[in-house]
């Protein structure tokens, strides 16, 4: 006959947050970049699948994207990486002041990138509605769209909240440094998606 085991002890200490796998939070993002993943995987294959059926690509009379903003966008994204890596070590450090610095260094890159996310459609040489290969183009990079401008307004809220009492609170760190992770997810499905708009339509001309 087995004797029950009984546990005893002060909890209080135990803490009440963790970083990476330990968190919760992080599962959570995990099984979000899966999911989100899967979608962008089937724009992708949409991609293909519509550039499969067309003579052409870009069909006759139009032109490849103009490469300016879109590769500007990109280096300037890739640029990013720099001050949320520094963010996120900086969070699982508890180093408010540099935070506060990252954050908002982060925060101006976004609005410079959402300028440039505006110029890039202007510069598709295609509209939607013209045909399959301005669907797939426009929904291309409105996809990745959605996705940057959530991230931009989760950190704006996150900013604002490390700039107040909350700041206190173990857990707004985890949130600053998993939001980098997902930054990181931003950015890395961005570079396929380039290469689909800006640059497949020159190989295959």
């Keep these: 006959m087995s004797v029950p085991v009984k546990f005893s002890g002060d909890l ?32 992708i294959a949409s991609y293909f699948f519509l ?9 006759s009379r139009f032109e490849p994207p103009s ?5 500007l966008f990109t280096i ?16 699982e450090k508890k180093d408010l002041r540099a935070v506060h610095r990252y954050m908002l260094i982060l ?6 990138l959402g300028a440039l996310r505006a110029w890039e459609f202007l510069l598709l040489n295609v509209w939607w509605t013209d045909n399959a290969y301005g669907s797939i183009i426009w929904a291309l990079l409105f996809l990745h769209a959605t996705h940057f401008v959530t991230d931009f307004g989760d950190s704006v809220v996150l900013a604002a909240l490390m700039f107040t009492r909350h700041a ?31 640059w497949v339509p020159r190989w295959a001309a």
């Design 51 to 59: 550039m499969g059926n067309e003579q052409g690509w870009p069909p």
């Design 76 to 91: 300037v994204i890739l640029l990013s990486e720099i001050p949320n890596t520094l963010v996120k070590r900086a969070a």
């Design 12 to 43: 209080a200490e135990l803490p009440t947050h963790a970083y990476g796998h330990r968190s919760l939070t992080w599962w959570g993002v995990v099984a979000f970049f899966m999911i989100e993943g899967a979608g962008f995987a089937f724009a």
């Design 107 to 112: 925060l101006a890159i976004c609005l410079v």
């Design 168 to 198: 206190a609170e173990s857990r707004r760190y985890v949130d600053v440094a998993e939001n980098a992770m997902y930054w990181r997810f931003v950015w890395l499905t961005w570079l396929p998606l380039y290469v689909l708009i800006y």
């Design 67 to 71: 490469l300016l903003a879109g590769t």
